[in-house]
């Protein structure tokens, strides 16, 4: 085909303004991805573990700082191993598990996690490899502090073994009908039997006859769950017959199911401590006035006389001189008023029960007062008359205000909601506030005397003595992060404050812990890391999805990583394809299931539960497809086919193209009930809209390799007509062969364009907008204004941008090619375009269409671009708080029909009228009205493509009337 002068300029100028375009959207979307990489590079700069990229080549591509700060032992900076190859670097990796997981992880394509120890830093290390085509992610942390941890565990259990067996007091296990089943040798000892001679022996045999029935009692509370623990002081007999004391504690071992199973006892042999008990009983009477009056002020009053004679301490005590004498008249109008009658009135009472005396009251001095603690007893003659008192006296003044300040800070303690308890040095419970209770749901009253193990799950019973002994060492323990178990078995993440208890002689007598929930917290570091990993994962897939052309690669590719992301059992992409001779073929990819799986059961039908996705209508999440009433409705099957993989949990996404066409649909499935959530459902809508886009690119790979391919061969005949010319005129032949050569540039030229539009800048664009709306949805609240300004920021240049590719290529489109004219009603296109569009809707502008409408000659399609424009513009530009008014009219002019939209708008000046109508040809800024400038010129190139046109008259502040005259159609 021959272009004349006027065709190859037009064609040429379309094609340097579409190369403008690209070269601008090029540079816009270089400019973002730059800022995108420079915001994962900050996050990546941000985290705790160490990180580095490795290219298919095995260079260093990047390292992060952690992963710096791990290796800088061996000297290895990363601006030192940028671009140097992993294995002449670490040669010491060769041949370990490190290089055959790494070159597995790349073989295989696959995700990889190991451990392994690194001889040359003496660490362990936990590795995870995430692979792509073009390389490795890999990230890695020190292990060492958690083996060794093991290490040590096992070590306990072996120290425990050893405690028992050497233990100063006995210890033994029973079962639960008494009979002992394990014992130490200072359990022998103390009975005075063998180890094998008690092997098999009920304990009570050994009890003291007067003993058994209070030892009975214990054990039946013990078994019903009354109590969970007690302690006895008890006799036994020995096998010689003597008769010896023990404190006897005894306990339940409890099974998984917190049913008991055997008794564990602890014997301490106090028979010497009860001996000597009973000596100072003998005693404690004659002992008792003189320890009580101990450090204290002796007193004597004489009722003869009412003198009280006051010893040195008690002087002090009563802040009078030394050696004072008083009366006990003047003395109690010292008294504080509110005392002196009660302590009369005690003085009184005792005098005359012949008891003792014992009060306390304030004596005023000066500015200040003094609390006075007081006991006595009368001195009576030997017909019973009263003589006189005497008695002690002490200051505890510095005793009550030691009162009120611990009732303020037992005040503060119980009102906190951290947990805070006391422990003596032998780990037993001491104090328990009310936010130990919330927090562990025992009461005061259950845990204090017992052992701080209860709180400790099994598997950390060790780091209590470490915690004790790093205390006695002189540590500070503060926000120390462990787990700590409730009553009812659950644990708890808490941050543990430790602090030492001191007596007068400074010496440690006990322990203070805080320990504070931080179980949301973990949980929502543990949230926010599998977030990360879905996000590494997702960009992994957005790049693979790009990458791809081959189809079957691509759907491959969609369907491993949807099966990734929503944790499925298995996945299934179903496509429909055509052949080379136009028929519809169902084809379909697998993960995590073999072909063999499915291949005895044919293809899925619309059925009530599979034609929701095959139609393209909405996504089918369930958590028990079995229980759905869609379920089972289907011959020959009525439900799964007999062999099929099992399947509770359900989802289903359609893959819909651009034009609307069902592509196909994703399908997973899982065993276990309710394992797909909202959260995946939208992830897969995300990445099924990518894989569309990415489907339609490469089906438009296809069909422009084989318009090339078809374009060679004509080519290829041109050149033998053109041999043939050339035996008749050299002339004409040059001609032919110059503007052929021009005609092939501008095809190519125009075909790259279109390629990279499509495929390098549209596919890029999605993904921005989709990883945009998840990180405004899923993450807003962790987001300060600025942050999601930003967001909001790249979220609508992705927009704009991919709006105006589209309007290029739909330029470019309407630009070249042939069409059809045929009959259209034009009345039913701009109906259709007005419901399509909310701007359009009633409620938002009014539309007026003065019916009738005649019919014109033209493509609906390109009529509908130009109809969705004027009406989109009219709406568009008004004066703000105007509802937009638009009249739509029709005239017949001879063979023609002239369509007018008439609008109360804004107007355009006339010398910018002829300029809208050029691409690119704004009037107003892009910040006062949105838009790309190209829409008009598309509806130009349409309107001339129909053998029509397209003109404006307006003034400016007077509204507009936009127009297309149209061929009749008769």
Not at 608 to 623: C, Q, W
Not at 717 to 736: G, S
Not at 908 to 934: C, D, L, M, N, W
Request: glycine fraction near 6%; hydrophobic fraction near 40%.
């Amino acid at each position: 085909m021959l272009l004349d002068e006027n065709e190859e300029g037009l064609l040429r100028s379309v094609a340097l303004q579409n190369a403008r375009a690209v070269l601008l959207a090029r540079e816009r979307a270089e400019k973002e991805t730059v800022e995108a990489k420079q915001r994962v590079t900050r996050i990546l700069e941000s985290i705790t573990d160490g990180f580095y990229a490795l290219d298919k080549e095995w260079h260093f591509t990047y390292l992060n700082r952690k992963g710096e700060e791990i290796l800088s032992p061996l000297r290895r900076s990363r601006d030192d191993l940028m671009g140097k190859s992993f294995w002449e670097e670490f040669p010491a990796f060769l041949g370990t598990d490190i290089e055959k997981n790494y070159r597995r992880a790349f073989r295989e394509q696959a995700t990889v996690e190991f451990e392994t120890y690194f001889q040359p830093l003496d660490q362990w290390f936990e590795f995870h490899i995430y692979s792509a085509p073009d390389g490795l992610s890999v990230y890695f942390r020190d292990a060492t502090e958690r083996r060794r941890s093991l290490e040590s565990l096992r070590i306990s259990e072996g120290r425990l073994r050893a405690m028992f067996n050497q233990a100063a007091v006995g210890m033994a296990i029973a079962s639960l009908d008494g009979h002992l089943e394990q014992l130490n040798l200072r359990f022998s000892q103390f009975l005075g039997y063998s180890s094998e001679e008690l092997l098999g022996k009920s304990f009570l045999e050994v009890t003291h006859p007067e003993d058994l029935e209070k030892t009975g009692e214990k054990v039946r509370k013990l078994i019903s769950a009354e109590i969970e623990d007690y302690t006895l002081e008890k006799r036994y007999q020995r096998k010689n017959g003597e008769i010896v004391w023990g404190m006897t504690s005894v306990t339940l071992l409890k099974d998984q199911q917190g049913r008991p199973e055997k008794f564990v006892g602890i014997i301490e042999d106090i028979t010497t401590r009860k001996h000597a008990e009973a000596a100072v009983r003998e005693g404690a009477e004659r002992l008792q006035l003189a320890l009580s009056a101990g450090h204290l002020g002796d007193w004597s009053w004489n009722a003869a006389t009412d003198l009280l004679t006051l010893g040195p301490e008690a002087c002090r005590a009563f802040v009078l001189p030394k050696s004072s004498v008083v009366s006990w008249s003047a003395l109690r109008e010292q008294f504080h008023p509110d005392d002196r009658q009660r302590d009369l009135a005690a003085v009184a009472e005792a005098l005359a029960k012949k008891s003792d005396y014992a009060s306390e009251y304030r004596i005023q001095r000066d500015q200040s007062v003094v609390w006075i603690a007081s006991r006595g007893r009368g001195v009576y003659s030997a017909d019973g008359a009263i003589k006189g008192m005497i008695g002690v006296v002490q200051n505890v003044t510095g005793q009550k205000e030691a009162e009120k300040t611990r009732s303020r800070l037992a005040s503060v303690v119980e009102s906190s909601d951290d947990s805070i308890i006391s422990t003596g040095l032998d780990t037993v419970i001491m104090t328990w506030n009310k936010g130990a209770e919330r927090m562990f749901g025992y009461t005061a009253a259950e845990v204090i005397g017992k052992s701080v193990a209860i709180l400790i799950p099994p598997d950390s019973e060790d780091e209590e003595p470490k915690i004790l002994q790093r205390l006695l060492n002189g540590e500070r323990i503060d926000h120390y992060e462990t787990l700590r178990a409730r009553n009812d078995g659950t644990l708890l993440n808490v941050s543990l404050t430790v602090s030492p208890i001191y007596d007068s002689a400074n010496n440690i007598v006990g322990v203070s812990k805080i320990s504070r929930d931080i179980t949301d917290r973990k949980r929502a570091e543990e949230a926010l890391k599998d977030e990360r990993r879905i996000l590494e994962l997702l960009n992994d897939t957005g790049k693979a999805i790009a990458s791809q052309l081959d189809l079957r690669n691509l759907v491959q590719t969609v369907t491993d990583a949807s099966t990734a992301l929503t944790g499925a059992k298995f996945g299934a992409f179903f496509y429909n394809v055509a052949n080379e001779q136009g028929e519809s073929l169902m084809l379909y990819t697998l993960s995590g299931a073999s072909r063999e799986a499915f291949e005895n059961f044919g293809q899925p039908r619309a059925t009530a539960i599979f034609s929701p996705t095959f139609k393209g209508e909405a996504p089918v999440r369930s958590e028990d497809i079995t229980k759905d009433p869609r379920y089972g409705q289907t011959e020959p099957h009525f439900g799964m086919p007999k062999g099929h993989l099992p399947v509770k949990s359900y989802l289903a996404v359609p893959v819909v193209s651009r034009s609307g066409a069902v592509i196909g649909g994703l399908f997973f499935g899982h065993p276990e009930p309710a394992k797909f959530t909202e959260r995946a459902e939208r992830l897969i809508v995300g990445v099924a809209a990518q894989a569309a886009i990415a489907i339609d690119n490469a089906r438009l790979y296809d069909g422009a390799q084989r318009e090339i391919a078809e374009r060679k061969r004509v080519e290829e005949a041109l050149r033998e007509a053109q041999d043939q010319l050339r035996r008749h005129a050299d002339k004409l032949e040059e001609q032919v062969a110059e503007r052929t050569a021009r005609l092939r540039e501008t095809i190519q030229e125009l075909e790259a364009f279109s390629y990279s539009v499509s495929h390098d800048m549209r596919s890029p664009l999605r993904a921005m907008q989709g990883y945009s709306d998840a990180l405004l949805e899923d993450y807003k609240s962790k987001l300060d204004e600025p942050g999601q300004d930003y967001l909001k920021r790249i979220r609508r240049a992705a927009s704009r941008m991919d709006l105006l590719i589209q309007d290029v290529l739909a330029y470019s489109r309407v630009a070249k090619g042939e069409i059809a004219l045929e009959k259209v009603k034009i009345e039913n296109v701009i109906h259709d375009v007005i419901q399509n569009y909310p701007a359009l809707q009633a409620d938002q502008a009014l539309i007026t269409v003065h019916s009738p409408l005649p019919p014109v000659l033209g493509h609906e399609a390109y009529l509908t671009q130009i109809v969705s424009n004027f009406l989109n513009n009219a709406v568009k530009f008004v004066s703000p708080g105007t509802k937009p008014r638009v009249d739509v009219r029709a005239t017949i002019q001879g063979d023609m029909v002239r369509v007018s939209f008439e609008d109360n708008g804004i107007g355009i000046a006339p010398e910018h009228q002829a300029q809208i109508f050029q691409i690119f040809g704004r009037v107003y800024s892009e910040k006062q009205f949105e838009g790309t400038g190209i829409g008009l010129a598309i509806a130009k190139k349409a309107a001339e493509r129909m053998g029509g046109f397209v003109g404006v008259v307006s003034e400016l502040g007077r509204g507009s009337q936009f127009f297309v005259l149209l061929k009749r159609a008769l």
